[in-house]
């Protein structure tokens, strides 16, 4: 069949597709049986699976159910919805507990207790409600902003539209989980891929009572802003939460102790299969509400919280070929293609292999029969491989010397900390040279956290890339729109909105962009704390011409190993031409503090030695918080530099050399208290 006869069917797919999802969601009238509709589903996908160039925002793959969002409003969460950071050993729990210790400045004999609580896999919900009325409820959304989704949540019994208690709170978000029993979801699995899906689609409803017919339910566990709330801790509050009328958890426990955490979280997953709703861990969050407020927050996720997954799902499957997908960064990753096989309701076709010695270590061959495991619910792998029922022609599987897309050599970089070398290989071409690496860094440009262009997916990337449209990220925003107007698949319209899209993208935030160049070891949070290192992208950009890479290592947070991939960024003549013509033809906004209380603005320092009863993890958080910066050694640049029990004798000759200011613990904290 050739392209034009592809995607000629694909879009009356597509098209019918539409047509019954609008019957079904929204007029609830459908005009097909659920296995007709089932194998629609089907027949798209696998046109899309076989056929890269096919692409629809209306796709089964990219919508579920009927999708109004233009008839839901969004709105600003009061308190961000934060997301967790993972553990899935003791030792990962045992590392959690020794930070909090740190950061608090305790012993290890110190006890913390823990409300632990079996995490609902449902949709995130919060709930405002003001002199006990409910006044409206959002969805997560990212995190800052959300749909209101009101009309919506009334329709569930479980969530009390007034409460009349003397000591609920004049205001405050309460935060959820919105879910399908397991029973229930029995009569809706034909319409649904799983309980979740279900709850995701029963919300999104352009009509509420459509959403009253799906029997959805909601468990409360936190809550987001607060005005005069009277509660001093966690377990306290789930406590109150249901004599105000909310359901919680009947799994939850308050826990002392990282051995009695595991022995819970054994007792509980051997319950998990007899529940009557999917749990994927157990979320363990500090108590104590004064010390979960001395903790705060780290990048986008609580320090007092974190969420214990559990073991992952497994099932055999044999290898019918390794691939070697090549990354932004240059690594060389591994893939196994296996035998479809189903896990934990998800149908896994992919596993990674990790690196060379991974393969190396376990023996991994085409042909072998392997346990695939999800890990952490989350990452399929081989978890071990049946040497017995290995063909008689098996032979070992040999890594690439050479990249498969450049030609050019791959090593495996020499570690300076481990003293060995790393277990990634890597291609060694630099800048743009490998076209597997520049398409790697062109998703990259445009992803989520990145530049986000809305319509600019990996799949358009890849299109592009083939037609010689885009080569370089400037090529994005100098677009040939002709020429893409007489594309099969591509009309005035698409091309208008495609334009639209990049057009609005043209300002953006100097971390952002900074983050969209894709530099190696240079996440979001590091491109933060670089962006407000220089504040402006002509400073930014003229690192190129001052060099002074190793100023960098004065930015808390920014190591040699940071410091090394920039320099090797800068130092390449086509990441320069990529800077200087980007900055031609954006508008990248410098960085505006957002802090309010900026009494240490501009002011820095550094601590040497013990300081008596609060940490150097606290102590920093401190600064930050009053807009000061920490800076990793003595200099001209530093202020202050504040000195605890048995500091290091040559910062201080350092310091006093400098004509720097030389304070105690105490002397600052009255820097403190004169500025608040």
Same mark, same amino acid.
């Given at each position: ?438 398409? !790697?860094?062109? @998703?990259?440009?445009?992803? &989520?956290?990145?530049? =986000? *262009? %809305? $319509?600019? +997916?990996?799949?358009? #990337?890849? /299109? ?77 950009? !003229?690192?190129? @011409?001052?060099?002074?890479? &190793?100023?960098?290592? =004065? *930015? %808390? $947070?920014? +190591?040699?190993?940071? #410091?090394? /991939? ?111």
């Amino acid at each position: 069949m050739k392209k034009k006869e592809i995607e000629l069917k694909y879009k009356k797919l597509i098209v019918l597709f539409k047509k019954y999802n609008k019957h079904y969601f929204e007029k609830s009238s459908p005009l097909v049986s659920d296995k007709k509709y089932d194998e629609l589903k089907k027949n798209i996908l696998s046109l899309e699976k076989k056929n890269i160039f096919l692409n629809s925002k209306d796709s089964p793959s990219k919508t579920v159910g009927f999708k109004p969002a233009k008839n839901f409003k969004k709105a600003l969460h009061r308190a961000p919805m934060l997301s967790l950071s993972n553990a899935f050993s003791e030792t990962d729990l045992l590392n959690f507990e020794k930070k909090i210790l740190n950061f608090l400045n305790k012993k290890n004999n110190f006890e913390l207790s823990y409300s632990a609580e079996p995490k609902i896999d449902g949709i995130s919900a919060s709930l405002s409600y003001k002199n006990g009325k409910l006044e409206k409820g959002l969805s997560r959304g990212d995190g800052k902003e959300g749909e209101d989704i009101t009309a919506n949540l009334l329709t569930i019994s479980d969530i009390p539209h007034t409460i009349s208690s003397n000591d609920f709170p004049e205001e405050i978000d309460i935060r959820g989980e919105i879910f399908i029993k397991n029973t229930d979801f029995e009569l809706l699995k034909d319409k649904f891929a799983n309980p979740r899906n279900a709850a995701s689609g029963s919300l999104r409803q352009k009509n509420p009572e459509d959403t009253k017919k799906i029997p959805l339910k909601f468990i409360a566990y936190t809550f987001g802003f607060e005005k005069g709330l009277n509660v001093d801790n966690q377990f306290e509050f789930l406590k109150k939460l249901d004599q105000w009328g909310f359901k919680t958890n009947p799994l939850n426990q308050l826990i002392i102790g990282i051995k009695n955490l595991i022995k819970n979280y054994e007792e509980i997953e051997k319950k998990r299969a007899n529940l009557d709703f999917d749990i994927d861990g157990i979320v363990y969050k500090i108590n104590d509400f004064v010390l979960q407020k001395r903790l705060g927050y780290v990048a986008n996720a609580p320090r007092w919280a974190i969420a214990h997954k559990f073991s992952s799902n497994k099932a055999i499957s044999e290898i019918l070929d390794i691939d070697i997908q090549i990354g932004r960064t240059g690594a060389l990753t591994p893939v196994a293609k296996i035998k479809p096989i189903n896990i934990g309701g998800v149908l896994v076709s992919n596993a990674t292999l990790h690196n060379e010695d991974e393969i190396k270590r376990k023996d991994i061959r085409i042909g072998d029969t392997v346990t695939v495991e999800r890990a952490g619910d989350v990452i399929p792998h081989i978890l071990s491989v049946h040497i017995e029922k290995r063909p008689k022609k098996s032979i070992k599987f040999l890594f690439p010397d050479k990249c498969p897309s450049c030609g050019s050599e791959t090593l495996k970089e020499f570690n300076s900390v481990t003293k060995k070398n790393d277990a990634v290989r890597r291609c060694s071409s630099e800048g743009y040279f490998c076209n597997k690496m520049s398409i !790697e860094k062109l @998703k990259h440009f445009v992803s &989520k956290e990145a530049f =986000n *262009i %809305d $319509g600019f +997916g990996k799949k358009i #990337v890849e /299109s592009f890339w083939k037609l010689n449209l885009v080569k370089f990220p400037q090529d994005i925003f100098n677009l040939d729109y002709d020429k893409i107007e007489k594309l099969e698949g591509w009309g005035r319209l698409s091309v208008e909105n495609l334009k639209y899209s990049i057009n609005d993208k043209k300002k953006i935030s100097l971390e952002k962009f900074i983050y969209a160049l894709g530099i190696r070891h240079i996440g979001l949070e590091n491109a933060k704390l670089i962006a407000k290192y220089f504040g402006s992208f002509l400073k930014f950009k !003229e690192l190129s @011409k001052t060099k002074k890479y &190793k100023d960098l290592l =004065n *930015i %808390d $947070g920014i +190591g040699e190993t940071q #410091v090394n /991939s920039i320099t090797n960024f800068f130092s390449n003549n086509t990441n320069l031409e990529v800077i200087n013509k980007l900055g031609n033809l954006l508008t990248i906004s410098n960085l505006i503090s957002n802090k309010k209380n900026k009494s240490l603005q501009n002011k820095t320092f550094l601590v040497t030695g013990k300081l008596n009863g609060i940490s150097r993890a606290e102590i920093k958080s401190l600064i930050e918080e009053h807009s000061g910066i920490i800076v990793s050694g003595v200099s001209k640049k530093l202020n202050y530099l504040i000195v605890g029990e048995k500091p290091t004798k040559r910062k201080i000759e350092s310091a006093e050399q400098l004509k720097t200011n030389i304070i105690n613990q105490e002397e600052f904290l009255k820097m403190l208290d004169k500025t608040s």
